[in-house]
Every structure is written in C-alpha cells, then in structure tokens.
C-alpha cells in the first residue's frame, strides 16, 4: 500500500467531508416561513374501513397544494358521499409570494400525516402557512378558541416599550380591517402582524383581532415578542432594540421564544453541528491511522 493508496483515501475524506457539508448547508438553507409552530391532532382515528375517507383526504392534499400556486386561501370539500366528506383549507401569510406560499403548503400534506398520522381532524401550523382539515359532522369550536401562545424569554427594561407596542397594536388592527384580513407594519421598532381566515368577514376579523391583542397583552406582558393563534386569525409582534434584522421578513423568529418547538429546533442544529463535527474528527483520525500504518508496513517490507 503506498502512494496511490493514500491519494485514495484522501478523495475518500474529500467526498465524505462534502456530503456532511451538504446536509449542514441544507439544515440551514430552510426557509423561516417553513418552522413548524404548532400541532393539534384529534385523538380520534378515523373511520376508514371502505377506504373513503382516505380516498377524500388524499384529493384534499391533491388540491390545496395545486391551488397554493394561485392563491393565498382555499376552501374545499372532497367526498363520493356527504357522510364521507373532508372539508380543508390551506392559508398562508400574507406577506409570501405565490412560490413562497406553494414551498410552504406543499410541505403540509407529508407533515400533517407524520405528525398526526390519520385523525378525524388535524391542523399544521408553520410560520408561514397552515393546514386544517375535519371530517363531517366533526363537532365546531369558537373561532375566538385559543389554539396556541409563544411568548419571548426575554423582558424588555423600562417604561415606555408596553406604550409603544399598544399603539402598534392598535395600527395594525384598524390596518387588518382596511387590508381585509392580512397587515404588518412597525411602529418605533416594534414589528406586528395580523392575519384572519380567509372567508372571515372585515366585521369578525376585526374582533377576532381585538381579542388576539387583549391576550397578547396579558399573556406577554413585557415579553419582547409574542405570538397568539386563535381558531380564526393570530397575531405576532417582535421588539427590535437595534432596528429591524436584514431577513427577507421580521417576523418574530420561534427560535427567540419560551414555545417547545423552538427549544427543539435549536437543539436540532446543534446536534447537527456535533454530528458534523465529530464525523471530520473521526474521518480525519482514521486517515493518519491508516497512513502511520502504511508508513510502518513499509518499512518492514524494507528489512
């Protein structure tokens, strides 16, 4: 074993160095609007001995993530029978283009079955879109129903930061009304954003708004940002001290709160990092192994 064996396992590192490389860019590269907030899953399984329901479900998935490249919003039923139907819907944020929307939502369909397998009722929430599906005659909860509440680990010093939110608050309720159901702004570093159902009218969006906020501010308080999701709209808003970040959006990242998903995508990555790391210390160890070895093979081979 001489020289050109140890061209070969140096390419050999070379290859396995970029293929971990290749997993870390990945695991970063992941757009924010797909961070998972939220699950909730029916404890019920479904029904399915004719097949039917699933039949439905899968016609569902088909058309939400076909439409999610023409629009923001949709609504459908899917079923051979009214007893066996599926209603569902896809939603995302206002503020991602028509690509964005179909990269976010056509993560659902394999999401929702991991997370919830087949449950008469299910709902996936990402930062940037969500999905929600029942089967009929699935019993109706108020759209004012809090779903979900993440609240920054972090306080903010002083007097003056519950003003200024509150006043942002109330910008972006009279602009949810005037946008028709979608509207983010900043208001004196504090980034907030609003978003109804689609089909919700201007009158019952603004009060589901107008209760969001009022939980905002007893849930949080002085939290630096804080997300509310109720059954039929949510609201975030971020402090930002030293101005805006430079992402494509403020939105309030979930790595910055107190919500067990975030602590688990944190250690996600960090566990990725070790992986990687470890992985090039042991690739790298070998290599001077087998080359020591090779050294002194050869020269007993000289004696």
């Not at 969500?130 to 007097?159: P, R």
């Not at 509310?228 to 939105?251: D, E, Q, T, W």
């Amino acid at each position: 074993m001489g020289f050109s064996s140890l061209k070969q396992l140096l390419s050999l590192y070379i290859i396995i160095m970029a293929l971990f490389s290749d997993l870390k860019e990945a695991k970063s590269s992941s757009p924010e609007y797909t961070n998972l907030i939220y699950k909730g899953c029916a404890r019920q399984r479904l029904p399915d001995p004719s097949g039917l329901y699933s039949q439905a479900l899968s016609a569902m998935y088909g058309l939400l993530v076909s439409q999610s490249t023409k629009t923001r919003f949709y609504k459908t039923t899917t079923g051979t029978t009214s007893q066996t139907s599926v209603t569902g819907l896809f939603q995302c944020r206002g503020d991602l283009s028509n690509n964005d929307c179909y990269n976010c939502v056509s993560r659902l369909p394999v999401l929702s079955g991991k997370l919830c397998g087949k449950t008469i009722a299910a709902r996936v929430q990402l930062s940037g879109c969500y999905l929600l599906y029942e089967i009929s005659g699935f019993a109706q909860i108020s759209g004012m129903e809090l779903l979900f509440k993440t609240c920054g680990k972090n306080n903010v010093a002083g007097t003056g930061f519950e003003q200024r939110r509150d006043t942002a608050f109330g910008v972006m309720q009279n602009g949810v009304v005037q946008g028709h159901g979608f509207y983010a702004t900043t208001y004196e570093s504090v980034y907030v954003l609003g978003q109804c159902e689609g089909d919700l009218g201007d009158s019952d969006c603004s009060g589901c708004i107008k209760n969001a906020l009022q939980r905002a501010q007893v849930e949080c308080g002085s939290s630096i940002s804080g997300q509310i999701y109720l059954h039929k709209c949510f609201v975030a808003y971020s402090f930002y001290p030293n101005g805006l970040p430079k992402r494509s959006s403020p939105y309030p990242s979930s790595g910055s709160s107190t919500s067990s998903s975030s602590s688990s995508s944190g250690t996600t990555g960090k566990t990725v990092a070790i992986i990687v790391g470890g992985t090039a210390g042991v690739g790298f160890l070998v290599i001077c192994l087998l080359f020591v070895k090779n050294l002194m093979k050869k020269k007993y081979d000289d004696y």
